[in-house]
């Protein structure tokens, strides 16, 4: 009878994991009909920064997240600001923000980052809750550099050749052996690493496009 309720905890725990990514879809929603409209002085990104930190004060506060995770959550910040910047800017215009904010730096407001925090939470998190655990992990080394080269591939592919395709292949390449243990009470299980990457990818890629429905930001096709 246990068996039943894993696939109910397991569900349970990868919630909890995305809790602060899911209050930030939500706040999407909510907050899209006040458009460009300003309220006392702020607009709705400089709302949803105030939402996103208070968030941030709520888990730490609750022992919902821990000290660790939250400077994983601030490097995520940090980085996705500096590519955001760059590929905002007029002369690139991957994508724009389309609305007005009081706090942000050029053309990203500050909020912006914690979308990617969201990302980088759930990774911490998940590992925690999970109890993860990896068997033939690539070295430290080679996933360092594979992460370097696809975050600058993000910006240079507008002056030299896109990279993302072997970029890709070198990730299942050197992810092809690794297995990923998860424990739910006593209980182990083990899968490939690749299938959960992709399982990611696609959860990340649907959470986008429901911040582009909210107009979060916009696509220049849109």
Known sequence: MQYLFLPLQFIGKAVS???????????FALTASMGSHEYMGFYRYDYLLIYALIIQICLLYLKLESWAEAKVIALFH?????????????AIASWQYPQPAVFKILTVPLFAGFMYSAVGSFFARSIRLLQVSFEKLPSFGSMLLLAFFSYINFMSKFFVPDIRYILFAISVFIFWKTKLYFQLNEHKFKTPMLPVLLTLAFLIWIAENISTFYKIWLYPSQ
């Open 78 to 90: 940090v980085m996705a600001m500096v590519m955001e910047i760059f590929l905002t800017h007029p």
């Open 17 to 27: 994991a995305a809790l602060f990514g899911i209050l930030l879809l939500i706040a």
